[in-house]
């Protein structure tokens, strides 16, 4: 299993939302540099960063400091928030990232989904937001009417290798992982699935393994100290 602990930006600041509202923001965590670097130091293998400005309009990247985060980290940096089209792509693998997750615009705009895949399939990874089974979108501001399932069978049949799922109502409320729709995935794609939201403690790492989970997001509970990256429970 890895773990991958998640720098979210906001104002060039690491933040937590609570179930998704910016107006529930806590600024946690040193700055985002040292923050790394302490995740680094802790061994982590992946880092999740995510430009929440990015996220709510597609247009206020933070494109210098995660250029800057992507230039210090010895390990791969997968970076979400506000990709939705090719020049955006096109900066942040020159910046070094080396996974890019699409949301809002892997459902809005599929002829940019496919051009990315069709260029970068390798670094491009779909992430499906959802709250009551529905996938949300606009930095998870605005709910569709799609289902979760159908939109991932329709990511798989494009070419998506991996999946990062969140259950919005999960995140940041340290109360588990939703293990049912992660297992409700695993049983209807063959993508890898990450799991994101809500993982609280080791053993909510440990029940995600053995559903067959190899990778999950962990915000909060890093932060607090009750995930840890060095001694985590392996498979």
């Known amino acids: 299993m890895k773990i991958l602990p998640a720098i979210d930006l906001i104002d060039g600041k690491c933040v937590r939302l609570y179930q998704g509202d910016f107006n529930k923001t806590t600024q946690v965590g040193s700055d985002p540099v040292t923050q790394l670097k302490t995740f680094l130091a802790n061994g982590a293998e992946i880092v999740h960063i995510v430009d929440l400005d990015g996220a709510r309009d597609g247009s206020a990247r ?36 080396d996974r890019l997750v699409l949301g809002t615009a892997a459902i809005e705009d599929q002829d940019f989904l496919k051009a990315a895949l069709a260029k970068y399939a390798e670094h491009i990874v779909v992430g499906i937001d959802a709250k009551d089974e529905k996938v949300a979108i606009h930095g998870w501001e605005t709910v569709s009417e799609l289902d979760y399932v159908t939109f991932a069978k329709q990511m798989e049949q494009l070419g998506v290798q991996t999946i990062v799922f969140t259950d919005i109502s999960k995140d940041g409320t340290m109360m588990g992982p939703n293990l049912d729709a992660l297992e409700k995935l695993l049983a209807n794609v063959s993508c890898k699935i990450v799991a994101s939201g809500g993982i609280s403690s080791d053993k909510d790492i440990e029940a995600l393994a053995a559903i067959g989970i190899e990778e999950a997001i962990v915000g909060k509970a890093i932060y607090q100290g009750t995930v840890t990256l060095k001694g985590e429970p392996s498979v």
């Open 62 to 97: 933070q494109y210098q400091l995660i250029s800057k985060l992507c230039e210090i980290s010895t390990v791969p940096i997968q970076i979400g928030g506000g990709i939705r089209n090719m020049e955006t792509v096109e900066k942040l693998i020159e910046a070094g990232a």
